[in-house]
């Protein structure tokens, strides 16, 4: 008993230094805030792209995304992303129906590198549509 104990526990020493070495994927974005700027509100409807790269050595696997208002929608990659390799976070902001104003919406990133979850923001400033001036028209009675 005492032979087969020793010899699982040599072979489970041995196999933690192999699954030490498969390595773990890191997610390195380009930017982690895009600002939009001073936008018309004629034009609430703005797409980005949040660029990044697995400076790992495992591939990266991005799980889910959850974003901070129903004006915010993103789109994540389906695939394993390689060691080296780069891809994009899509974004679509809508404040078609918005307040205008100063805003700041945040999109969490679920994934499997050591920083399991990351946040990303877009900020902007959208202007109130502007009023139309209307002619006066005399009528005649």
Do not use: W
């Amino acid at each position: 008993m005492i032979k087969r104990l020793t010899i699982l526990l040599i072979i489970a020493l041995l196999a933690v230094p192999s699954m030490a070495q498969k390595g773990k994927p890191e997610i390195t974005f380009d930017r982690k805030t895009i600002n939009l700027g001073t936008f018309p509100a004629e034009d609430a409807v703005k797409i980005v792209h949040f660029t990044f790269t697995n400076t790992g050595n495992a591939d990266l696997y991005i799980h889910q995304s959850f974003t901070s208002c129903g004006c915010t929608a993103s789109r994540i990659p389906e695939r394993a992303i390689k060691p080296g390799e780069k891809d994009s976070i899509t974004v679509t902001y809508d404040g078609r129906r918005r307040t205008p104003g100063k805003m700041r919406k945040s999109i969490t990133i679920h994934n499997n590198s050591k920083d399991e979850m990351i946040k990303l923001y877009i900020t902007g400033n959208m202007l109130p549509i502007k009023e139309k001036e209307i002619e006066a028209v005399e009528v005649e009675e």
